[in-house]
RNA sequence: GCCGCUGUGGCGGAAUUGGCAGACGCGCUGGACUCAAAAUCCAGUUCCUUCACGGGAGUGUGGGUUCGACCCCCACCGGCGGCACCA
């Protein structure tokens, strides 16, 4: 009978579900495996073939895992609040849970028709009250160990965004948000922010344990951007009292500063300007506040800026240094003010041109009036440091800086704060409430969750602030004194409950903590945890920021969340280009499984390439992947619907040095999470196993074991086929002998100045005296040496030899 | 500009420590089966040259190390991703 994909993947799939097959219990007895898929934001447009690569790929490595005796925890749950469901909502007048619960309806069902050994008693959803209360939960302990503030702050606002919106410094690209493309601007709001750069350098540190792709790595660095140098105080003259503070990686420098420039929003800009500056200084400081960030960076890359009038002296040799301010010096970062050194510098050295300031050479090397020169050198003009190299200089600079008491050693990052408040309805709300009478109180733990208020008129509130505000009777409270109160208005950003997730998945039920700590202490880590590389910075970072402070509160067991992390890669449309609608070359999970079904798309995505690469779809190959099933189908199954005769218990060995070779290939390969290559192997022995008259069940129940963790719908009903009552999925792992790969004669190539020649079968611990004079006997080698000298002759035993004439 | 990754047949991709380049699949060609087609099974398939045996070239380009280089080193070119006035 032929291969019917339809009907056996709904029987397995149903067997599953009623058996609840992939139920996860802790189990001492047994070593632990969590394997964990990036949960999925359930979008309208329903799963994208992108999904099920890395799911299948978690998916293979959790069944393989059950096989070889561990207990697997393999979940999958919903990251369900997000701007889309709340956009919905404004323009149809309908409430975004429900929306939200539609999606994710069909978000499952999808899921599921793709035969992922999830179980599904633990899936979670990061809208649920009985979630996000832990979000809540979560966010107040940060807030006492004063990791959760409030500030008036710059923040990206952006005007056109959804009714006006603040978005973090990560969703800005190209001084655009990231959804959307609105434009972006800086201005002072309140906004809740966390403060994870005080968790910064555990962030980079702990990187170095990981086993992550080294690109994730680095760009978390990047962000983060943790430098070393020092600050240096200059004195204002004339002004008693003003300090301005520099942050330089460059110290070793100091004598070659010819000016400074502050950043437009420096405090001090207004105090020491000079009043036949002022007005310039007024002019400039309106036209920069006016500017996005785009303007401010992208397309202005000529520097702009003005004298204020008012001298820094330098510390170090007394030089007076006239202070500017330019908009190239950025307010957020380090102090706002920068000694400048345009001989060796770029953009010191541009702006110096453009204003016609001072260029001092410090560093031999190059000719600082044509360009700045940036390398290493022995340092001239420079007193003290004259003739000393850059490191050197630059430690004796620090020593003589902290000495004088004119700054000392500081480090300074990239990373900021993390702006946590959004001006929306559909998040979680902050659990803060501000009195009359000014003072700020958390919900109290009790309370929590502090639900979102259910309602079918959802207004933006005109004011920039979320709708919420205009929800009266939850945002007005009164306590048990009659004192009144209003809530914060503000939600979390969506990275709020992925931010700890996976934590839920270990004891999802619990209503008494986040996660008991019997559960915490046996799952985790999380052993294997794959998605998309564009969470790289984003979540991921966050994520271990809460992971970490979890840590530090006794509640998480480990320093890092996530031990392993592998990006899949993307999957092209066949055209090579990015997936999207507007190209036309989207295709729908949904028909693959209907035309040939789940294990046909399973096998064709591990199949196709490196699952870390991007690789672009092929029809052609999809049919391929789905005519092997039906070959191997054919292999196991007669006309009749019977096991065919051909697979007995006779073994007339002709397979035995194959199905050895496979299982051990086959078991490292997807063991690396190189299904490409194993699955190649698979097909090897199945075309082999074509060409013999006798099957061996051994062999055949340990291939059907093999193509399991990929295929496992046809698996199962293979697997049917030898043992009627159990299902595989904890049948185990198939061995391989050894002794079975080790043969006494081995083959040996034979090249005469490097070039294959001829090929010898000598046994396999055969001297290389006497190899050698085998090689040489070979005919071919002989008539192409052909009575020339051997200048040298190599061999390598078990490999090659080599002669060179 | 800086950082990371990457470049192999017509296509997707293999190649463990420096040791037979192109496994496996797709496509293509031929054969078997069939009235025929599809499906299936078998065989071939890097390029050039040769009836053939053979011979030559070949892993983005140019150089180097080595008995031997897809693999290591230097310089360059193309593609993908990230960062981008961060002092």
Same mark, same amino acid.
């Given at each position: 009978?032929?291969?019917?994909?339809?009907?056996?993947?709904?029987?397995?799939?149903?067997?599953?579900?009623?058996?609840?097959?992939?139920?996860?219990?802790?189990?001492?007895?047994?070593?632990?495996?969590?394997?964990?898929?990036?949960?999925?934001?359930?979008?309208?447009?329903?799963?994208?073939?992108?999904?099920?690569?890395?799911?299948?790929?978690?998916?293979?490595?959790?069944?393989?895992?059950?096989?070889?005796?561990?207990?697997?925890?393999?979940?999958?749950?919903?990251?369900?609040?997000?701007?889309?469901?709340?956009?919905?909502?404004?323009?149809?007048?309908?409430?975004?849970?429900?929306?939200?619960?539609?999606?994710?309806?069909?978000?499952?069902?999808?899921?599921?028709? /793709?035969?992922?050994?999830?179980?599904?008693?633990?899936?979670?959803?990061?809208?649920?009250?009985?979630?996000?209360?832990?979000? @809540?939960?979560?966010?107040?302990?940060?807030?006492?160990?004063?990791?959760?503030?409030?500030?008036?702050?710059?923040?990206?606002?952006?005007?056109?965004?959804?009714? *006006?919106?603040?978005?973090?410094?990560?969703?800005?690209?190209?001084?655009?948000?990231?959804?959307?493309?609105?434009?972006?601007?800086?201005?002072?709001?309140? @906004?809740?922010?966390?403060?994870?750069?005080?968790?910064?350098?555990?962030?980079?540190?702990? &990187?170095?344990?990981?086993?992550?792709?080294?690109?994730?790595?680095?760009? @978390?660095?990047?962000?983060?951007?943790?430098?070393?140098?020092?600050?240096?105080?200059?004195?204002?003259?004339?002004?008693?009292?003003?300090?301005?503070?520099?942050?330089?990686?460059?110290?070793? !420098?100091?004598?070659?500063?010819?000016?400074?420039?502050? %950043?437009?929003?420096? $405090? &001090?800009?207004?105090?020491?300007?000079?009043?036949?500056?002022?007005?310039?200084?007024?002019?400039?400081?309106?036209?920069?506040?006016?500017?996005?960030?785009?303007?401010?960076?992208?397309?202005?890359?000529?520097?702009?800026?003005?004298? !204020?009038?008012?001298?820094?002296?330098?510390?170090?040799?007394?030089?007076?240094? +006239?202070?500017?301010? *330019?908009?190239?010096?950025?307010?957020?970062?380090? !102090?706002?003010?920068?000694?400048?050194?345009?001989?060796?510098?770029? #953009?010191?050295?541009?702006? %110096?041109?453009?204003?016609?300031? #001072?260029?001092?050479?410090?560093?031999?090397?190059?000719?600082?009036?044509?360009?700045?020169?940036?390398?290493?050198?022995?340092?001239?003009?420079?007193?003290?440091?004259?003739?000393?190299?850059?490191?050197?200089?630059?430690?004796?600079?620090?020593?003589?800086?902290?000495?004088?008491?004119?700054?000392?050693?500081?480090?300074?990052? #990239?990373?900021?704060?993390?702006?946590?408040?959004?001006?929306?309805?559909?998040?979680?709300?902050?659990?803060?409430?501000?009195?009359?009478?000014?003072?700020?109180?958390?919900?109290?733990?009790?309370?929590?969750?502090?639900?979102?208020?259910?309602?079918?008129?959802?207004?933006?509130?005109?004011?920039?602030?979320?709708?919420?505000?205009?929800?009266?009777?939850?945002?007005?409270?009164?306590?048990?004194?009659?004192?009144?109160?209003?809530?914060?208005?503000? !939600?979390?950003?969506?990275?709020?409950?992925?931010?700890?997730?996976?934590?839920?998945?270990?004891?999802?039920?619990?209503?008494?903590?986040?996660?008991?700590?019997?559960?915490?202490?046996?799952?985790?880590?999380?052993?294997?945890?794959?998605?998309?590389?564009?969470?790289?910075? /984003?979540? &991921?970072?966050?994520?271990?920021?809460?992971?970490?402070?979890?840590?530090?509160?006794?509640?998480?067991?480990?320093?890092? +969340?996530?031990?392993?992390?592998?990006?899949?890669?993307?999957? /092209?449309?066949?055209?090579? $280009?990015?997936?999207?609608?507007?190209?036309?070359?989207?295709?729908?999970?949904?028909?693959?499984?209907?035309?040939? *079904?789940?294990?046909?798309?399973?096998?064709?995505?591990?199949?196709?390439?490196?699952?870390?690469?991007?690789?672009?779809?092929?029809?052609? *190959?999809?049919?391929?992947?789905?005519?092997?099933?039906?070959?191997?189908?054919?292999?196991?199954?007669?006309?009749?619907?019977?096991?065919?005769? #051909?697979?007995?218990?006779?073994?007339?060995?002709?397979?035995?040095?194959?199905?050895?070779?496979?299982?051990?290939?086959?078991?490292?390969?997807?063991?690396?999470?190189?299904?490409?290559?194993?699955?190649? @192997?698979?097909?090897?022995?199945?075309?082999?196993?074509?060409?013999?008259?006798? /099957?061996?069940?051994?062999?055949?129940?340990?291939?059907?074991?093999?193509?399991?963790?990929?295929?496992?719908?046809?698996?199962?009903?293979?697997?049917?086929?030898?043992?009627?009552?159990?299902?595989?999925?904890?049948?185990?792992?198939?061995?391989?002998?050894?002794?079975?790969?080790?043969?006494?004669?081995?083959?040996?190539?034979?090249?005469?100045?490097?070039?294959?020649?001829?090929?010898?079968?000598?046994?396999?611990?055969?001297?290389?005296?006497?190899?050698?004079?085998?090689?040489?006997?070979?005919?071919?080698?002989?008539?192409?040496?052909?009575?020339?000298?051997?200048?040298?002759?190599?061999?390598?035993?078990?490999?090659?030899?080599?002669?060179?004439?």
């Amino acid at each position: 009978m032929a291969y019917e994909h339809d009907a056996i993947e709904k029987k397995w799939q149903k067997f599953w579900q009623d058996n609840k097959t992939f139920k996860a219990t802790i189990n001492n007895d047994k070593p632990k495996y969590y394997a964990l898929d990036m949960f999925p934001y359930p979008s309208g447009q329903g799963l994208h073939v992108g999904h099920p690569e890395g799911y299948t790929a978690t998916d293979a490595v959790s069944r393989m895992h059950r096989m070889q005796g561990f207990n697997v925890l393999h979940p999958m749950g919903w990251d369900a609040f997000g701007l889309p469901a709340e956009q919905y909502a404004l323009k149809t007048g309908n409430n975004p849970k429900d929306f939200t619960n539609q999606n994710i309806q069909v978000f499952k069902k999808q899921i599921q028709s /793709l035969g992922f050994s999830y179980d599904w008693d633990r899936e979670i959803n990061t809208t649920d009250p009985k979630f996000y209360k832990w979000t @809540q939960w979560i966010f107040e302990q940060l807030y006492k160990k004063g990791l959760a503030y409030e500030d008036k702050i710059m923040v990206n606002w952006a005007p056109d965004f959804m009714g *006006g919106t603040v978005v973090a410094n990560e969703e800005v690209v190209d001084g655009k948000t990231e959804r959307g493309g609105y434009p972006v601007y800086r201005k002072p709001m309140r @906004q809740w922010v966390l403060k994870i750069t005080e968790y910064a350098d555990r962030l980079v540190d702990d &990187l170095d344990d990981l086993d992550w792709p080294e690109s994730i790595k680095e760009q @978390q660095r990047n962000w983060i951007g943790r430098s070393t140098g020092s600050s240096v105080f200059f004195n204002v003259e004339g002004h008693e009292g003003a300090q301005i503070e520099v942050f330089t990686t460059r110290p070793d !420098t100091l004598f070659g500063a010819s000016y400074m420039v502050l %950043a437009p929003e420096h $405090e &001090l800009v207004d105090q020491i300007t000079t009043p036949e500056q002022a007005d310039a200084i007024k002019k400039y400081q309106d036209e920069v506040s006016r500017r996005s960030d785009l303007e401010r960076t992208d397309l202005n890359k000529d520097k702009s800026g003005v004298f !204020t009038g008012a001298y820094g002296i330098n510390p170090v040799n007394g030089d007076k240094l +006239p202070i500017w301010i *330019g908009d190239y010096v950025l307010a957020s970062y380090g !102090t706002g003010a920068i000694m400048a050194v345009p001989a060796h510098d770029e #953009r010191d050295w541009e702006f %110096a041109k453009k204003f016609d300031l #001072r260029i001092t050479p410090v560093i031999e090397g190059g000719d600082v009036q044509e360009a700045p020169y940036v390398g290493d050198g022995a340092h001239i003009n420079s007193e003290f440091l004259n003739g000393k190299n850059k490191a050197d200089a630059i430690s004796e600079m620090i020593d003589w800086l902290e000495e004088h008491h004119a700054g000392e050693k500081k480090v300074n990052y #990239r990373l900021r704060d993390w702006i946590f408040s959004r001006q929306r309805y559909w998040g979680e709300p902050i659990p803060v409430i501000q009195w009359e009478d000014g003072e700020t109180t958390l919900v109290p733990e009790d309370e929590l969750p502090l639900r979102l208020p259910d309602t079918n008129q959802l207004e933006p509130s005109g004011t920039g602030e979320s709708p919420l505000a205009n929800i009266d009777d939850w945002v007005n409270v009164v306590d048990e004194n009659g004192r009144k109160g209003k809530r914060e208005t503000n !939600t979390m950003p969506q990275w709020a409950g992925s931010s700890w997730y996976w934590l839920r998945y270990m004891d999802p039920d619990n209503d008494k903590e986040l996660a008991s700590q019997e559960a915490l202490n046996y799952w985790s880590p999380v052993d294997l945890y794959v998605g998309g590389a564009e969470h790289a910075v /984003l979540h &991921l970072l966050y994520a271990r920021f809460w992971h970490k402070v979890l840590y530090d509160l006794g509640i998480v067991p480990t320093k890092e +969340p996530f031990q392993k992390l592998v990006n899949q890669g993307m999957i /092209l449309g066949e055209n090579h $280009e990015k997936m999207s609608k507007s190209k036309g070359n989207v295709v729908n999970p949904d028909d693959i499984v209907n035309q040939y *079904g789940a294990d046909t798309l399973r096998l064709y995505e591990m199949f196709m390439g490196p699952l870390e690469e991007s690789v672009p779809w092929g029809e052609k *190959g999809l049919h391929g992947s789905y005519k092997w099933i039906q070959r191997i189908w054919r292999l196991f199954v007669d006309d009749d619907n019977k096991l065919r005769d #051909r697979i007995t218990t006779i073994n007339d060995g002709k397979l035995d040095k194959i199905y050895n070779q496979t299982v051990k290939k086959v078991t490292e390969d997807f063991g690396r999470m190189h299904f490409n290559t194993g699955i190649s @192997q698979l097909m090897v022995f199945v075309n082999d196993a074509y060409k013999v008259d006798d /099957l061996p069940v051994e062999y055949m129940e340990g291939f059907v074991k093999m193509i399991s963790p990929i295929m496992p719908h046809v698996a199962e009903e293979l697997w049917s086929f030898f043992n009627e009552s159990d299902t595989i999925a904890y049948q185990a792992w198939p061995t391989y002998d050894e002794s079975q790969l080790v043969e006494d004669e081995i083959e040996m190539v034979v090249q005469v100045n490097g070039k294959v020649k001829g090929h010898i079968k000598v046994a396999k611990d055969l001297d290389k005296a006497a190899v050698q004079e085998i090689a040489l006997a070979n005919e071919h080698v002989h008539s192409t040496i052909d009575g020339q000298d051997i200048r040298k002759l190599i061999v390598v035993p078990g490999k090659i030899v080599n002669i060179v004439i």
